[in-house]
């Protein structure tokens, strides 16, 4: 097992998932134990914490599509130590494909591949697109890594997956056809990713405070202010997902998918201004591979780079419009 596959087992070990696998949350206390494991791996380790958000939303969709009979075989499998994802992006060219029972085509960012044992893909089927949990041991994937050479995230292992002609079981298709981009949980799923954005920003103000305290350097007033400012950040980040995890059982419709996309973009702005506040506090040493700031610059700085941005600023920017979002104390 790879490092980061072990850091992953342990990750959703600590958490409890293996023996109790996360289902959607039913009130805002059950969200924020939900989205805590999440915050405090993106402040350890963001290329951890995005194989483990993956995990828990690809276990959240099979216990809410799946049969009794499939949920059944997960908490088995999770009970064996297995680790799950989710690959959805299409192989340019050659999407993914499902026909007579066999797969041809391709995944690309997929995540954890070569890391992971199941993943829960989209696949094209003349009913409509159908999510398969895919047991990778039986399934397995070619998986073309030369692809992923990024500046941050490397030890996420997000490649390129490839089947040709490959069986796939009957109990491997998961809910009814188009199930997977339902709503609120496919935009609104998306304050899981936020959260482990929010732990990269503490893990910022910590390296770089750290940073600072050992080199006597924290006194001094210009870095003071930087370390206010990555303060206050941080903890408006983490405000920010708290407030929008309780706000998603007061809202309803728009409201409350608007909302998520209000996080997104107040937290990505947020990281954006933090990379800035670090690099400038801690300097060239900060760049030094050695130097733990070097990782999480890197990481946080692709992982932010998320889908369709302008697309949430529409939503928001509608959603202000409408009346759906005010500020409030």
């Avoid at 039986?138 to 992923?148: G, Q």
């Avoid at 692709?302 to 419009?321: N, T």
Wanted: with cysteine.
């Amino acid at each position: 097992m790879t490092e980061i596959a072990e850091a992953l087992h342990a990750a959703i070990a600590a958490a409890g998932w293996h023996v109790a696998p996360p289902r959607d949350p039913g009130d805002a206390a059950a969200y924020l134990t939900l989205l805590r494991p999440l915050y405090a791996a993106g402040r350890r380790d963001l290329p951890l914490g995005r194989l483990l958000e993956g995990h828990v939303d690809a276990v959240q969709i099979v216990q809410r599509y799946g049969d009794v009979g499939q949920q059944a075989a997960l908490a088995a499998a999770l009970a064996g130590g297995a680790m799950l994802g989710v690959w959805n992006a299409a192989l340019p060219g050659v999407p993914l494909m499902l026909d007579g029972g066999r797969l041809e085509g391709g995944k690309s960012y997929a995540s954890g591949a070569g890391v992971l044992s199941h993943a829960l893909v989209t696949a094209d089927t003349p009913a409509g697109q159908q999510l398969l949990l895919l047991d990778l041991a039986s399934v397995v994937p070619a998986i073309e890594r030369d692809w992923w050479r990024v500046t941050g995230m490397q030890r996420s292992e997000t490649h390129q997956a490839r089947w040709r002609g490959a069986a796939v079981p009957d109990d491997a298709l998961i809910g009814a056809p188009g199930c997977y981009a339902t709503e609120p949980h496919f935009s609104g799923g998306a304050l899981r990713f936020v959260a482990v954005h929010a732990g990269g920003i503490a893990a910022l103000f910590d390296h770089t405070r750290d940073h600072l305290v050992a080199a006597a350097r924290a006194d001094d007033p210009f870095q003071a202010a930087r370390l206010a400012e990555l303060f206050a950040l941080a903890a408006g980040a983490a405000a920010t997902v708290r407030d929008t995890a309780c706000g998603w059982f007061e809202d309803e419709g728009e409201a409350r998918l608007a909302r998520v996309a209000a996080a997104r973009l107040a937290v990505t702005e947020a990281a954006e201004r933090a990379i800035i506040l670090a690099q400038q506090a801690v300097g060239l040493l900060g760049q030094f591979l050695a130097h733990p700031l070097a990782a999480t610059l890197a990481d946080l700085s692709v992982y932010v780079r998320q889908p369709a941005p302008d697309a949430q600023r529409l939503r928001v920017g509608r959603a202000v419009r409408d009346g759906l979002l005010s500020p409030d104390l």
